[in-house]
């Protein structure tokens, strides 16, 4: 289930930002081309592998859980929200703030409330700061989180919780897939 994503991650362009060496995955980015069975691959391996039993929202980050979070949501016919970048001010939203390893900015979080089940997806996880600002929200809003799963977990970041991630990876001139869940 998992060989079209670690074979995509071992063979995908690299390019230098600064010191850092930067992966460019379809997973991630978007580009060059998004293959819908690797797509697929994804969010069947999340089923698979997470815990959905009573889970009443799926909790994505903007932008690149979306994708993952679109197919997982139609798979399970659980709704999914989407935290944005983006200032809505409606009623019960709440403001977190980002710190990763390249940005810092405000996340705001909608269309979720005390005493939710939900669970959190995203597409990478480096620093873990995405994930401490999502986790930050859905406390403040009341919300249980059932299961975390992130497809690609870059080194071992702490996010003050037990996670799933679908293959860790460690980067020089290329990606090395060094253990996956299954
Ligand atoms: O573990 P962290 O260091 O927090 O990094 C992980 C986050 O970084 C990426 O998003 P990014 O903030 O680049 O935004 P984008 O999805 O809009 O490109 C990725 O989609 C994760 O959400
Ligand atoms: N696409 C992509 N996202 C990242 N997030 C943290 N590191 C990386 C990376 O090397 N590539």
Redesign the pocket.
Known sequence: MLDRLVESLETCPMVKRGEYNYFIHPI??GVPIVDPALLRDVAAAMVKVMDLNNVDKIVV?????IHIGSVLSTMTDIPMTVMR?RVYNLPHEVPVH??????K?ELYLNGVYKGDRVVII????????????LLKALEIAGAEVVDVCIAIQ?GD?N?GRPYKSLVKIEVDERVHVVQRYI
């Open positions: 991630t980015d980050v903007e932008a690149m859980g970048k980002q710190t990763t390893g390249y940005s900015g995203d597409d990478v996880v480096s620093t873990g700061g995405t994930m401490k600002a870059r970041p996010i």
